[in-house]
């Protein structure tokens, strides 16, 4: 676990966003740093392509090309940028990307070739050359054997340590392993900052309606002081919950993240919003049981109840936000697993959900001020706030459920608004002022694309009409139209690619999985796209699942170095390796899609240059 | 549109999550030539600066590294300034051919005592992919008896290839990516550093030691 979680913080920090900071300590190595691709360009010349991490660079010159019996041969290279300083002489260097063609001549259809190529990092370190042997069948790079390095220990011998800045902050401690690992203080710092910026995500929207619920059911006894209570009894609770979280991964080493995807725990989440919901609307008053009231002790009994009532909430809310915030959530468990520190792992978790909370605390205390006195409106209030969880509760039973179950679901949601609203107007139409007509124009707005979108969550796709009430949930169904191949482990995948080569058709691969929410937006919202869809039936769409998280799909991710679902690579066709700089991490629309696809097929021309 | 720019800030986070972890493990290999003593007290290896300094810098570089070059002055500097550093140079020829012969040079100078002058002879040359005829020039003008530079290179070619893997070795156990490296005290430098940068090293390594 441990060392799959390293792989994955390495494959964070190698990956090609990654900006020149990402090397402030230990350099990474210079195989990461250079990669290279092979293809075949039309002409059947061959085309080396270097993809090079931001802050490094590749001399032209050190680019060579040798035949298997040692012969070199010729290679095209583009003018690449001089490099003016003293200490370098007269040099021709490339950043971002690189390549060299070799003529179709020099290039047999089969045997192999060894690539050799050098560069440095702008840091201040230079790379051994890297040799690489090309196999011309297959096109396949193939690493060179490496002596299997001895498992790395952790070692308190030498310290690793960062130019530029004070090597390592010894200050206050004498204990080599926190040297080792940099100050308490500045972990602690550094992860609620984390959250504070964690805290400015959608994940966090259903938050507020949560602790809003607590602040209103508090009533007539809403003070600053009251309010700050009770969010920060909210907010505290929250930031255990991850700490929990912090701890139970440290200590299992399971992938919580995904077990908290499952369709149950989702369940689970709609059902609290549901329960939430009808509190709001006054089926009953969400409070503890009696038994736990009066158990607590203190003078203030229904005081202390509430805000341990809050606590809980937050405790709850902490796990429904979770699934949410998974990409920078996992890269904090990253963290504490690789540390094997629980109590400093649980600390850093929870100072992330400190962070996290700390705008709903500000919000609990100044926005608690700003809430007029108690009248009606805090029923209409409670009332919206009930509309409100209902819809979130469909919108987290969306990633489980089908499309058409959603848009049912929403468009009851909008039918029973618009009934209610229409009820009230019934009871007010002989009310003076526009108020009453108002009323029937929000019930009527409300009833009217929610019938429309019950009759079409039954009738099946005409979406049309609900994009134009802006009902959009995107098309349905027309997600199968793209047949792909699913493959879970590296054998499947070769022999997938190897087929897809065979018919000389492009490839994209899918990294997906069950639990990964932005996966399943993405099915509907680019696979599902129409023109999308067209398209790939010129491709070879592979998608590798990660639902089971074990040792097969792992290898296939950090084979690409995949972070995570959802990621998408593109080949060209007869290529080994993804196109440079193509590669979309995390979300994306189908514009950015079909850009990406443009790639796959553009024109070859090359611009040959001389020295 | 804002769903792209918060993806790009967990991104971010995610990234600087993952800088924030401790990096670069050194690993050691059990033969005994990669052992810390072996790296900072090898009485075979040219070392230059105070002998009896309460500190030692081991610089590990190639002599067709331009960032080992670019450091040089800098280090050698804060060395003489400093008066209590005792600097070990590893000969660690990793980048091209030529530095592999630039490395024999050198270290077979050392057995007339001249490695001093034929290593900064040799980092005096800028650039990255300087030939051995030209490293060659610079040697014969470094005030070295070339005649017995060859003869001790000849006879002592068993000494200098064993100190060269050597050297490998250590880097490799240090985990070192590429040229330049330093051992600063107990610390690992992974880069080139500026004058500025070799002080707060030496300063920290130190603290450091004085805290232990």
Redesign the interface.
């Known amino acids: 676990m441990h060392k799959w979680l390293l792989r994955i913080?390495?494959a964070?920090?190698l990956?090609p966003?990654?900006?020149a900071?990402?090397f402030?300590?230990?350099?990474?190595?210079?195989e990461q740093v250079f990669k290279l691709a092979v293809s075949r360009d039309a002409d059947q010349a061959l085309r080396l392509e270097w993809t090079i991490s931001p802050g490094n660079y590749l001399?032209r010159?050190?680019i060579t090309v040798t035949r298997s019996d040692g012969f070199p041969l010729e290679t095209d290279t583009p003018r690449g940028e001089h490099k003016d300083?003293?200490?370098?002489?007269e040099?021709q260097v490339y950043h971002r990307t690189a390549y060299a063609v070799v003529e179709p001549s020099a290039s047999p259809p089969n045997g192999t070739l060894t690539v050799s190529y050098?560069g440095?990092?702008e840091?201040?370190?230079?790379?051994?050359?890297l040799m690489r042997t090309v196999d011309l069948a297959s096109l396949r790079v193939i690493d060179p054997v490496k002596n299997a390095?001895?498992?790395?220990?952790?070692?308190d011998?030498?310290?690793?340590?960062?130019?530029?800045t004070?090597?390592?902050d010894?200050s206050g401690t004498?204990d080599e392993q926190a040297?080792?690992?940099?100050s308490w203080t500045s972990?602690i710092f550094?992860f609620l900052g984390?959250g504070l910026?964690?805290a400015f995500?959608?994940c966090m929207f259903p938050m507020i309606p949560i602790l809003s619920g607590i602040l209103a059911q508090s009533g007539g006894r809403l003070t600053a002081r009251r309010g700050a209570a009770l969010s920060i009894a909210y907010v505290v609770a929250m930031a255990t919950a991850y700490a929990a979280l912090g701890v139970a991964v440290a200590w299992s080493g399971q992938n919580l993240q995904a077990a908290l995807q499952t369709p149950l725990a989702i369940g689970m989440m709609s059902a609290v919003f549901v329960a939430l919901a009808l509190s709001m609307f006054g089926f009953y008053d969400l409070q503890l049981p009696q038994a736990w009231q009066s158990r607590l002790s203190g003078a203030d009994m229904g005081r202390s109840g509430s805000i341990l009532g809050a606590g809980i909430m937050g405790f709850g809310s902490a796990l429904i936000v979770g699934p949410c915030v998974t990409?920078?959530l996992?890269?904090?468990l990253?963290?504490v697993a690789?540390?094997a520190d629980v109590v400093r792992g649980a600390a850093a978790l929870f100072a992330l959900g400190l962070g996290m909370g700390l705008p709903l605390v500000a919000y609990g205390t100044f926005g608690a001020g700003a809430i007029p006195k108690p009248g009606p409106w805090l029923s209409v209030v409670k009332h919206v706030f009930g509309l409100v969880f209902v819809g979130m509760a469909i919108w987290i039973l969306s990633r489980v459920v089908p499309q058409w179950a959603t848009l049912f679901l929403a468009g009851l949601l909008f039918v029973a608004l618009g009934v209610a609203l229409l009820m009230n107007f019934l009871r007010r139409r002989k009310a003076a002022g526009a108020w009453p007509s108002a009323i029937l124009a929000v019930s009527l707005m409300a009833l009217i694309p929610g019938a429309l979108a019950i009759v079409g969550s039954v009738n099946g796709p005409s979406v049309r009409v609900f994009e134009m009430v802006g009902l959009s949930t995107g098309p349905d169904g027309n997600a199968e139209a793209s047949p792909y191949e699913r493959v879970t482990t590296t054998q499947a995948l070769d022999l997938a690619l190897g087929q897809a080569r065979q018919k000389g058709k492009a490839v994209v691969l899918d990294f997906t999985a069950d639990w990964c929410v932005e996966c399943k937006i993405m099915d509907r919202t680019v696979f599902g796209n129409p023109e999308v869809a067209e398209r790939l039936r010129d491709v070879v769409l592979i998608r590798a699942d990660a639902t089971d998280y074990n040792d097969d799909t792992r290898k296939l991710m950090s084979r690409f170095d995949v972070?995570g679902p959802p990621t998408v690579l593109f080949m060209k066709s007869r290529a080994t390796s993804e196109i440079p700089d193509t590669r979309i991490?995390?979300?994306a629309d189908a514009r950015t899609f079909l850009a990406r696809l443009d790639r796959l097929h553009p024109s070859t021309t090359l611009t040959k240059s001389g020295e | 549109m804002l769903r792209k720019l918060l993806m790009t800030c967990a991104i971010r986070l995610a990234l600087s999550l993952a800088l924030l972890m401790p990096t670069g493990f050194s690993s050691f290999a059990q033969g005994a030539d990669t052992s810390s003593e072996a790296i900072l007290n090898d009485p075979s290896a040219p070392a230059g600066g105070n002998p009896n300094g309460n500190l030692t810098i081991v610089t590990f570089f190639d002599y067709n590294c331009p960032f080992c070059k670019k450091a040089e002055p800098d280090l050698e500097r804060v060395v003489k300034e400093d008066g209590q550093i005792r600097l070990v140079y590893k000969d660690w020829p990793i980048l091209t051919k030529a530095s592999v012969y630039g490395a024999r040079m050198a270290l077979a100078a050392k057995y007339q005592g001249k490695y001093d002058a034929v290593h900064s002879a040799l980092m005096a040359i800028p650039g990255p992919k300087i030939p051995e005829e030209r490293m060659l020039d610079a040697i014969q003008r470094s005030g070295v008896d070339m005649p017995l530079l060859e003869t001790d290179l000849k006879n002592h070619a068993d000494e200098i290839d064993e100190m060269l893997k050597k050297h490998l070795a250590q880097a490799d156990s240090l985990d070192l990516r590429g040229t330049p490296a330093y051992i600063v005290g107990r610390f690992r430098v992974a880069s080139a550093l500026t004058y500025v940068q070799f002080k707060q090293a030496v300063a920290d390594a130190r603290k450091q030691a004085a805290k232990k």
């Not at chain 1, 040297?179 to 940099?182: E, K, N, P, Q």
């Open positions: 913080a390495i964070v920090v990956s966003i990654a900006n900071t990402a402030a300590q230990q350099p990474p190595a210079a001399y010159d050190k300083d003293p200490s370098f002489g040099t050098q440095c990092a840091q201040g370190i230079c790379y051994p050359p390095r001895p498992e790395t220990s952790p070692s011998e030498w310290i690793s340590s960062e130019p530029g004070p090597f390592v010894t004498t040297v080792l690992r940099g972990t550094s984390f910026l964690l995500t959608p990409p920078p996992a890269a904090a990253v963290y690789q540390t972070v991490i995390g979300p």
